[in-house]
């Protein structure tokens, strides 16, 4: 018999806000929610058959499989499933002020390193757990974060140096 | 968390964190959907009593659980993840009517639980037996074990109608605290004595 698994609402506990954090960077305050559920709908549904792997690289997996989705079915187009569109998304921005034109210039970014810098900045993900997410290597995963926050510096260099 | 030295990091943790009240309209949304859609195999909520906080827990068949203060309310949620289905989720409005039923027990109103019970977590024939006849044994009345004994059709066996007593799931509606020693003494409980001594008090069988 497979070794027993929390009760789901341990699970629900533990990720639910990076979850919702992620998503907000990824599609928006309007969207987050209506994602995040499906997300955990999913989750419930297959949480039989997590088993052994990373908890939060796997939900964190779910949840940025349904962010692509919602892009592409905003999009009106195809568009391959690993990517993000280009284009900046147009719905809103989480946070207030030099955050919030934080988060625009992060949906900027070409789509690995958005997701890279949502990952782990709004999902508080390790490198490590970044790089199963995204399936890549965790070199590959620093790198992707790390030209993110360059290009994000001197982007909105000038906002934050008030703060 | 790490402390950020980078202040587009910093900023970007300090921007992106979904507030509490997000958080939770989200679940409660999630909770709807998934609760209509038949995901959730076992639901729980916690109340409130004179003696105590109780944990209330429920499949679709009905109450299957009921945790006493003294018990440890995680150690309760892995059982029933282990024993019925990990799909547990916090969900008090699928108690209502159990958590209206306890509250009117405890201010004097209700003397009889009527509730719908899932017996599952009762293993072995016999204890289904034993707890079954205590339906029998009204508000205010209490049985000896050897009596329990007797009435689930092993007059002999009371020690191990102790022991179904004592693995009731559903303590207090199915009323194991209704069977006491003979010669006096109240005897064991799994909520500790002082509960079940506060129980027959309450319901007037020691005064």
Known sequence: MAKSLPPFQAFLDEHRAPVLSFLRSMVGPDDADDIFQETFMAAMRSYDRLDGRHPRAWVMTIARNKAIDHHRAGARRPVPRDELPEVPSPHGIPGAGADRELWSAVAALPPKQRTAVALRFAGDLAYAEVAATMDCSEEAARRSVHEGLKRLRTTVAAGMEDG | ?207
């Open chain 2, 1 to 207: 968390m790490t402390p950020e030295r980078n202040p587009v990091a910093a900023a970007l943790r300090r921007g992106a964190a979904a507030e509490d009240t997000d958080v939770a309209r989200a679940t409660d949304g999630f909770l709807r959907r998934a609760d209509s859609a038949g995901l959730i195999d076992v639901a729980y909520t916690t109340v409130d009593t004179p003696f105590g906080t109780m944990l209330l827990a429920a499949t679709d068949r009905g109450l299957v659980r009921l945790g006493l203060p003294m018990e440890t309310f995680d150690g309760v949620l892995d059982e029933l993840a282990d024993r019925i289905s990990p799909r547990v989720v916090e969900l008090p409005r699928r108690l209502d009517a159990a958590r209206r039923e306890i509250d009117e027990y405890f201010s004097g109103a209700r003397r009889e639980f009527d509730l719908p019970l899932d017996r599952r977590l009762i293993t072995g024939a016999f204890a289904v037996r034993v707890l079954d006849e205590l339906s029998q044994v009204p508000f205010g009345q209490a049985i000896t074990y050897s009596e329990a004994a007797l009435r689930a059709g092993s007059p002999r066996a009371h020690r191990a109608a102790g022991n179904a007593l004592g693995s009731n799931p559903i303590p207090l509606v199915i009323p194991c605290h209704r069977v006491v020693r003979s010669g006096g003494a109240i005897g064991g409980y799994g909520g500790g004595p002082e509960l079940k001594r506060r129980l027959l008090l309450h319901e007037g069988w020691l005064s």
